[in-house]
C-alpha cells in the first residue's frame, strides 16, 4: 500500500499570503489529522477529520482551517500567513481516528517558510 | 492541568538498555503510543499500551501503569540507527472531545 503522500513537500510564502497543502491518506483510511510541528512547541495537533467531517480541533486562531473530501484526500488552509506559522506540517492519516490502537501514519510533511 | 512530560535527552552507547519514561497528566485517558521519528524524516508509529503491562515488539518494548499515570519505552541492543526523537502521545479531553498530544519528544544519541 502507498503511504500518506503530501504536496508540496517545500513551500515559501511571504506574511500576509495564504496557503493551501494537501494530503493523501494511505487507502481505506477515512480519518485525516494535521499537526503543526516546530523545534519551540514540538508536535501540535491542529485538527482531525472523520468523513468530511472536522471531528476534533486543536487550539490554533481561525486562520488555520481545512476540510476533508469524499475520497478521505484532505486539504488545509492558512490565511493571513505570519512569520509565526513557519513549521513543518504533518498529514496522519488512520482507520477510524479513535479506538484501542490509534495508530496514526504520518506523510513526510510539508515545509512552510514564511518571510 | 493537562500535560505529558519525557526527558528532552538520554544518551547511551551501542549495545546498550535505554529507558525513555513519560508521565502524564489528565482527567480522561485512552491509552499511550509511541513514536519515532528521525531528523527530516516524519513520525513513525512504535507502540501502544491501552492497558497495564509490558507491550514487546523486537527491540522496542513499552510499558503502562494507569494507576501511576506513567509509562515507558524500553529500546534494547541499541544500534546508532536508534539515534532519533521519541515521543510519548495520548488523547486529552478537550471540549467534550479527545484530542492527540504529543510530548515534547526525547532525544536519543547513541555513541559507538
Known amino acids: 500500500k502507498a503511504g500518506v503522500t503530501q504536496t508540496p513537500r517545500y513551500l515559501i510564502k511571504t506574511r500576509g499570503q495564504q496557503v493551501t497543502l494537501s494530503c493523501s491518506p494511505i487507502?481505506?483510511?477515512?480519518?485525516v489529522s494535521w499537526y503543526q510541528q516546530t523545534p519551540g512547541q514540538g508536535l501540535q495537533f491542529l485538527f482531525e477529520?472523520?468523513?468530511?467531517?472536522?471531528?476534533n480541533k486543536g487550539n490554533f486562531p481561525g486562520r488555520f482551517s481545512g476540510r476533508q473530501f469524499s475520497n478521505s484526500r484532505s486539504e488545509m488552509n492558512v490565511s493571513t500567513l505570519e512569520l509565526g506559522d513557519s513549521a513543518l506540517y504533518l498529514c496522519?492519516?488512520?482507520?477510524?481516528?479513535?479506538?484501542?490502537?490509534?495508530?496514526?501514519?504520518f506523510g513526510p510533511g510539508t515545509r512552510l517558510t514564511v518571510l | 492541568g493537562q500535560s505529558l512530560e519525557q526527558p528532552s535527552e538520554v544518551t547511551a552507547v551501542e549495545g546498550a538498555i535505554v529507558q525513555i519514561n513519560c508521565t502524564y497528566q489528565?482527567?480522561?485517558?485512552?491509552?499511550l503510543s509511541w513514536y519515532q521519528q528521525h531528523d527530516g524524516g516524519a513520525p513513525t508509529f512504535l507502540s501502544y499500551?491501552?492497558?497495564?503491562g509490558l507491550e514487546e515488539t523486537g527491540r522496542f518494548s513499552s510499558f503502562l501503569s494507569r494507576s501511576d499515570s506513567y509509562g515507558y519505552l524500553l529500546l534494547q541492543e541499541l544500534q546508532m540507527k536508534d539515534s532519533a526523537s521519541y515521543f510519548c502521545?495520548?488523547?486529552?479531553?478537550?471540549?467534550?472531545?479527545?484530542?492527540?498530544?504529543f510530548g515534547r519528544g526525547t532525544s536519543l544519541i547513541v555513541h559507538p
Open positions: 477529520y472523520f468523513s468530511e467531517t472536522q471531528r
Open positions: 502521545a495520548v488523547r486529552l479531553p478537550s471540549g467534550g472531545s479527545y484530542i492527540p498530544t
Open positions: 487507502s481505506g483510511h477515512r480519518s
Open positions: 499500551n491501552g492497558l497495564d
Open positions: 496522519a492519516s488512520s482507520l477510524a481516528g479513535t479506538g484501542d490502537t490509534d495508530t496514526q501514519y
Open positions: 489528565t482527567s480522561g485517558f485512552y491509552g
